[in-house]
């Protein structure tokens, strides 16, 4: 489930880091506005579509692997959340290498593997549920410590409310995927359509204004 993601994003970012890296040196300033620009994206049409992946993956593991597999519907709900994280993770590698920050991103991944390593060994001894929310905990725990040092050393610094939007939906979307993915399916349809609309609101008051022209972002006439 998660490997089409994996390489869609690795190929999506291998195409950009040349230009986030060319950028970088030119202009600053575009640097800054083109990153987090992506970085807004990902995190929007991600939410909706982990959210959607979440509380589904009672029909995912049932069509596609069994009655037989039905322990592994929690665990799922929990590890599409882990996918989306490590999609941030590699994006935030790719800004790392394109501002020339290679050791940096070294350090951290050597502190990410240490707090991931040491979360996973002690939630697997609860079972695949127990790691997989041991990994949800240690790559989140792993993502907000490299942000910090993005914002430290490339100046992309988001705003207060776009970082409470995140870290809000993040918990809850899990804890919602967590709960009711073995839930009515009617009611599971209700409330990805409310969790949904009420993002869409959120993001106009929030951060569409530096959303609404994504689409031109690679044009190279705004420089």
Not at 10 to 25: Q, V
Not at 28 to 39: E, H
Not at 81 to 102: C, D, G, K, M, R
Not at 187 to 197: D, E, G, P, Q, Y
Request: glycine share 4%; net charge positive.
């Amino acid at each position: 489930l998660s490997m089409p993601l994996f390489i869609v994003t690795n190929n999506l970012l291998t195409a950009i880091y040349p230009y986030l890296s060319e950028i970088y040196f030119k202009n600053s300033k575009l640097f800054i506005n083109k990153a987090k620009k992506v970085f807004l994206f990902i995190n929007v049409f991600g939410f909706i579509v982990t959210l959607l992946l979440g509380l589904f993956s009672f029909e995912i593991i049932t069509y596609s692997l069994g009655q037989s597999y039905l322990n592994a519907v929690s665990p799922l709900s929990i590890q599409v959340w882990v996918s989306l994280n490590i999609v941030l993770h590699s994006y935030i590698a790719t800004i790392f290498l394109a501002a020339n920050l290679e050791k940096t991103m070294v350090k951290l991944s050597l502190f990410n593997a240490m707090v991931i390593g040491l979360f996973s060994y002690y939630g697997a001894q609860f079972g695949a549920i127990g790691l997989a929310i041991a990994l949800w905990v240690g790559m989140l725990i792993g993502f907000l410590v490299h942000w910090i040092f993005i914002e430290k050393n490339t100046g992309i610094i988001l705003n207060f409310r776009y970082k409470l939007y995140f870290l809000t939906n993040f918990i809850l979307l899990s804890f919602f995927t967590f709960e009711f993915s073995d839930s009515n399916i009617i009611f599971r349809l209700s409330l990805f359509a409310i969790v949904s609309s009420l993002t869409v609101i959120i993001l106009k008051k929030t951060i569409m204004k530096e959303m609404q022209n994504f689409f031109n972002i690679w044009r190279r006439n705004d420089q």
